[in-house]
């Protein structure tokens, strides 16, 4: 990505023209929100931002990492690496605390083959709330509704690649699914047991110290149920960036 021509230093040129940065929110992002978004985590190179106007935490330091150009570079920015020093959280403790249906999209590159965190709500007990997990090549999602479901999308994470994982609860149902691969169910999964003492992280749940070598470009986190339609949707697009 390079400046943008009007000099106001507020828009940077991406692959499909000028994308103006207004408050750290990128105006084409790769992910379309849904009408039951409630949250949008984008990077802008210099920091985060959420389009829904939650305002993050960073802990430590996370390195920022620019858009690049080129067949495997990511046209977006993004950060990472994480651990649990270095990490983001929510404000409070009640963001992505879902009481019944819900999907989560995360794109991202993971650098190194590790078991790591992308995100969670989840207290070191882990008799509650839910996290994304890559268990070395594979993307697993843990939830908690008395008792501990994980549910892990076929296929391997690629290294050093764009990659897009979707996760969530329909019905009575957990799924998980990763690229263009086929998804993955476990049930039946009833009411997610809430983590009330724990914020939302990203690169890091609760008692996690694992460390994350991804880098995580953005999320999207919404109370409308998981479908394979809305991975598949997802997937096409940022593949296609």
């Given amino acids: 990505m390079q400046p943008s021509p009007t000099g106001s230093g507020l828009g940077f040129w991406s692959p499909q023209g000028i994308a103006p940065y207004f408050g750290g929110v990128t105006a084409d992002t790769m992910l379309i929100e849904d009408a039951n978004t409630t949250f949008h985590v984008v990077w802008t190179g210099a920091g985060i931002s959420d389009t829904k106007g939650t305002i993050w935490k960073m802990n430590g330091t996370v390195p920022q990492v620019f858009a690049g150009s080129g067949i495997f570079a990511m046209p977006k920015p993004g950060a990472g690496t994480y651990s649990a020093a270095n990490n983001y959280q929510s404000p409070n403790n009640t963001l992505g605390e879902w009481a019944g249906d819900w999907s989560l999209t995360l794109v991202f590159s993971m650098s190194s083959v590790s078991a790591q965190v992308l995100m969670g709500k989840r207290s070191a007990a ?3 709330g839910w996290m994304v997990y890559i268990n070395a090549t594979t993307a697993v999602i843990y939830a908690y509704d008395g008792v501990l ?13 764009r990659s897009v994982v979707t996760v969530g609860r329909s019905g009575n149902l957990l799924y ?11 049930g039946p999964f009833g009411i997610m ?11 890091k749940f609760g008692g996690g110290a694992e460390a994350t070598t991804s ?8 109370t409308t149920p998981y479908t394979d339609a809305l991975h598949a949707a997802r997937w096409a697009r940022v593949s296609g960036w």
């Fill in 215 to 222: 880098t995580i470009y953005e999320i999207i986190g919404s």
């Fill in 176 to 186: 998980c699914r990763l690229n263009g691969g086929a998804s993955n169910n476990v």
């Fill in 193 to 203: 047991t809430p983590a009330t003492a724990e914020p939302l992280r990203i690169g």
């Fill in 126 to 128: 882990g008799t509650d």
């Fill in 149 to 161: 479901r994980s549910a892990a999308a076929p296929g391997s994470v690629p290294t050093n690649s």
